[in-house]
């Protein structure tokens, strides 16, 4: 079975202090791997994904995320933080070869303390 | 591009009434669309996948005379809850995705409270 895993279920951060948000995947297949916002009441927003090439992805909002393949891991990042980032963070995985399903981790709850 | 809408955003509801929910893409056709069930502070659980045309696919241990799931534009799925209950209370998201794309693009939620 596949499966995403986010370590962190909470991570709280100065404002303007960097950000890494954890994620681990397993697959011994190819795979696609997001990263998606949410903001209270809200649904999912796109920040990056990584289908192929370069394993550094650059996103929206100052995120970028970097593509381990040995270590199977794609944790997000951004260098300074601003209290508009507070949020719920998921990452997923999609297997372009064995369906439609999407496998999101539990989240992360990023807190920015001004 | 790629938007998603849901209607209504938020729903109130009576025990065993029945509540329907809109999941609409705006600028793309949408091959298959997804439903989701959210509950506080947890991830998204997948309830249905849906492709235009044929009946949904749901996920283990999901209700289908419960959760009853239409797709019959390539731009419009419908979720109904049949005869909710407090226990169905919960955040409804739906996504779609159109033929040949990797990426699911999400609709904004509906807040189904029943009372």
């Known amino acids: 079975a596949q499966s995403v895993t986010q370590l962190d279920s909470q991570v709280p951060v100065f404002e303007e202090a960097p950000v890494e948000l954890r994620c681990n995947y397993s697959s011994s297949v190819s795979v696609y791997l997001f990263w998606y916002v949410q903001y209270p009441n809200q649904g999912l927003q796109l920040l990056l994904k990584y289908l192929s090439g370069s394993t550094l992805v650059k996103g929206i909002n100052g995120f970028e995320a970097e593509f381990n393949k040995s270590q199977t891991s794609f944790h997000l990042r951004k260098p300074s933080v601003h209290i508009s980032d507070t949020a719920e963070y998921f990452c997923a995985a999609f297997h372009p070869n064995t369906g439609n399903q999407f496998y999101f981790g539990t989240g992360t709850s990023l807190t920015v303390i001004p | 591009g790629a938007v998603v809408s849901q209607h209504p955003s938020r729903v109130i509801c009576k025990s065993g009434t029945s509540v329907k929910i809109e999941c609409r893409s705006l600028d793309f056709q949408a091959t298959t669309m997804f439903w989701y069930r959210q509950f506080p502070k947890q991830s998204l659980m997948l309830m249905a996948t849906?492709?235009?045309?044929?009946?949904?696919?749901?996920e283990q241990g999901v209700e289908k005379d419960k959760f009853l799931i239409n797709h019959a534009s390539l731009t419009l799925s419908t979720l109904t809850v049949t005869s909710a209950h407090p226990e169905d209370s919960s955040f409804y998201i739906c996504?779609?995705?159109?033929?040949?794309?990797?990426?699911?693009?999400f609709g904004p939620g509906t807040r189904l409270t029943v009372l």
């Open positions: 849906s492709n235009e045309g044929s009946k949904a696919t749901y």
């Open positions: 996504s779609a995705r159109y033929g040949g794309s990797d990426t699911q693009y």
